[in-house]
């Protein structure tokens, strides 16, 4: 089955203690993409990977980092994470990266409570 | 920078009744995309339509249409015959035609269906 998977889906921590989530698509996508969801702002992108090794920052990438090292995992990491990165986060991926309009796919989401 | 903006944060309708969800948006590239995301209880982002900006026939997918008013800048979404399962928020979103396959978000609308 073509998709998106994030780990963990859930996640209480505190503040400081590094974590990261993890992001996989089993569909040779070559774009792929953070995005946090907070009440009232909808989703604000991260950042984004264009392919292997290409990344580059979204909107909000203050506290967080990104790797992408194998076409198919897009890991999200927080150094050290702070209350205001409480947040709904998603990944999502497309084909290509050309401005086609392929079709995004994102994955379940990650609950993340930081205290 | 583009900006989605969906001025109605809550909306209601009748079940089996027919229901316009608003969308604007502000850029000044002509080559984009438009969509329409929704997303129910279960956290999920499901793709529902999208609109080229270059075609002028307004997509349509089954119960869902949209208005693609280019000039205006607004793209409204139509539900017909509403079910109980529409319940959800719905997101306007528009993407560039190249580079950052970004989706810019609007804040949503979330939709009860009164049975």
């Known amino acids: 089955e073509a998709q998106v998977t994030q780990n963990p889906r859930y996640l209480i921590t505190v503040t400081g203690k590094k974590l990261t989530v993890t992001c996989s698509q089993n569909m040779n996508h070559e774009y792929m993409s953070w995005y946090r969801q907070d009440p009232g702002l909808g989703l604000r992108q991260i950042y984004y990977?264009?392919?292997?090794?290409?990344?580059d920052k979204g909107d909000v990438p203050e506290g967080y980092k990104v790797s992408r090292k194998e076409k198919r995992n897009f890991p999200l990491i927080l150094e050290s994470p702070s209350p205001n990165q409480t947040s709904l986060y998603f990944c999502?991926?497309?084909?290509?990266?050309?401005?086609?309009?392929?079709?995004?796919?994102f994955g379940p989401g990650t609950r993340l409570t930081v205290l | 920078a583009q900006t989605v903006t969906q001025s109605q944060p809550e909306m209601s309708v009748q079940e089996a009744e027919t229901v316009t969800l608003s969308c604007t948006y502000d850029?000044?590239?002509?080559?984009?995309?438009l969509f329409w995301y929704k997303q129910p209880p279960s956290r999920q982002m499901i793709l529902v339509i999208r609109q080229e900006a270059y075609k002028q026939q307004n997509a349509t997918e089954n119960r869902f249409s949209v208005n693609f008013q280019k000039a205006a800048k607004s793209f409204s979404l139509k539900i017909s015959d509403s079910q109980l399962g529409d319940a959800a928020m719905y997101f306007c979103a528009y993407r560039r035609g190249f580079g950052n396959e970004k989706l810019t978000f609007g804040t949503g609308t979330r939709l009860t269906i009164i049975p």
């Open positions: 990977s264009m392919n292997v090794e290409v990344t």
């Open positions: 999502a991926s497309s084909l290509s990266n050309s401005g086609s309009r392929d079709e995004q796919f």
């Open positions: 850029t000044s590239e002509s080559d984009y995309y």
